[in-house]
Every structure is written in structure tokens, then in C-alpha cells.
T-cell receptor
């Protein structure tokens, strides 16, 4: 079955620390992968997406993710987090022949001053 | 540049009542997707609609839930005879396979 899983459900970091949030997928064939962010009280926003090509994808607000096919992973990274990065982060995927996004359970990130 | 609009943002219903959730897609989008987020869970796909047509409702519960997207007006997700287990955040998105834009969600609480 097609699915996406996130390893960390709650992460607490100090400002300026580096961030890596894990995401693994289970898809046969071509997969499209996404990271969404939901700031408190706001709607889901797309951080970055991967369809094909360069496995290192750069998104908004300094975030990036690397597609590693051999590990079925699409981890989200940021070298130095800010307090304003406090939010819920969701990894999601679908296939080229589909449209419904499969979401991980989300990771709640708290950045402390 | 209006994004995906959903209303109401918060909805409280008593058990047995009906809930109606509305979604207006982004301008120029004719496809709408509904997702549900239960507590401590990720978003789960419910239904995919085009104007006047349900494309895929494989994620919809078999009973009490229905969705429509009329030629004019917003898409409606309707839950009849709500139960406590229907309490969740319901998100609407518009777009396509490669990019979906989400609305702010409707948080339904069943008392």
C-alpha cells in the first residue's frame, strides 16, 4: 500500500540549531513528494516538492529536502532554525497516476529562544 | 489573490444534527479535494470532485457523508446525523496532482 511515515512526532530545538525531520515513503513506481507546514492558526502551506531530477530540493524559508531513492526517504532539513519555524510539518506523497495525497502524521516542532 | 476559502472555520454540532462544510477553490481551479484530520493523525483523503462530478470518493465513509461541487457555488461536504467520532478538522484543497493548495480548514466539534 502507498504510504508516508514520519519518524519524529515532537521535536524541540533551540534557535540556531540544525533541523532534520525524517520522512519515509512506500510507493511502487514514480512518486511525487511534498513537505507542508502549518503555522499555529494558519492553513497548510507548501514548503517544497519533488517530482524528478535533482534529488536535492530547495524550498521556501531556507528549507531543503533530499530524495534518497535507495532509502525511500525524503528528509527535511534547515541549517539554522528560528523561533518563527515553530509549526507542524507534514510530509506527503502521491503517484503520477494518482492525485490523492498520503500524509504522514506530522511532526510538531517547537523552537525555543 | 484569494486562496482556497472554507467556512465556517469552527462548527459545533450536537449528536444527530447535520454539518455542512463549504469550500471555494482558488480562482481558475475546477478540482476540489477534501481531507480529514483526526486528532493525532495526518490528513486522510476523502473525496475528489470536479464541477458537477465526483471523480473519486474512495476515502469517504460509506454512510452519512456526501459531497458535491455544483456548477455554481462552493463545494459542500455534508455529514448527516453527526457522531462524536466525526469531530475533526476538515481541509479542502484545490489544484492538481502536482500541486494542491489548502484552505484553512473547518474544525468540527460534536458535543
Amino acid at each position: 500500500a502507498q504510504s508516508v511515515s514520519q519518524h519524529n512526532h515532537h521535536v524541540i530545538l533551540s534557535e540556531a540549531a540544525s533541523l532534520e525531520l525524517g520522512c519515509n515513503y512506500s510507493y511502487g513506481g514514480t512518486v511525487n513528494l511534498f513537505w507542508y507546514v502549518q503555522y499555529p492558526g494558519q492553513h497548510l502551506q507548501l514548503l517544497l516538492k519533488y517530482f524528478s531530477g535533482d534529488p536535492l530540493v530547495k524550498g521556501i524559508k531556507g528549507f531543503e529536502a533530499e530524495f534518497i531513492k535507495s532509502k525511500f526517504s525524503f528528509n527535511l532539513r534547515k541549517p539554522s532554525v528560528q523561533w518563527s519555524d515553530t509549526a507542524e510539518y507534514f510530509c506527503a506523497g502521491n503517484s503520477n497516476s494518482g492525485y490523492a495525497l498520503n500524509f504522514g502524521k506530522g511532526t510538531s516542532l517547537l523552537v525555543t529562544p | 489573490n484569494a486562496g482556497v476559502m472554507q467556512n465556517p472555520r469552527h462548527l459545533v454540532r450536537r449528536r444527530g444534527q447535520e454539518a455542512r462544510l463549504r469550500c471555494s477553490p482558488m480562482k481558475g481551479h475546477s478540482h476540489v479535494y477534501w481531507y480529514r484530520q483526526l486528532p493525532e493523525e495526518g490528513l486522510k483523503f476523502m473525496v475528489y470532485l470536479q464541477k458537477e462530478n465526483i471523480i473519486d470518493e474512495s476515502g469517504m465513509p460509506k454512510e452519512r457523508f456526501s459531497a458535491e461541487f455544483p456548477k455554481e457555488g462552493p463545494s459542500i461536504l455534508r455529514i448527516q446525523q453527526v457522531v462524536r467520532g466525526d469531530s475533526a478538522a476538515y481541509f479542502c484543497a484545490s489544484g492538481d496532482t502536482y500541486e494542491q493548495y489548502f484552505g484553512p480548514g473547518t474544525r468540527l466539534t460534536v458535543t
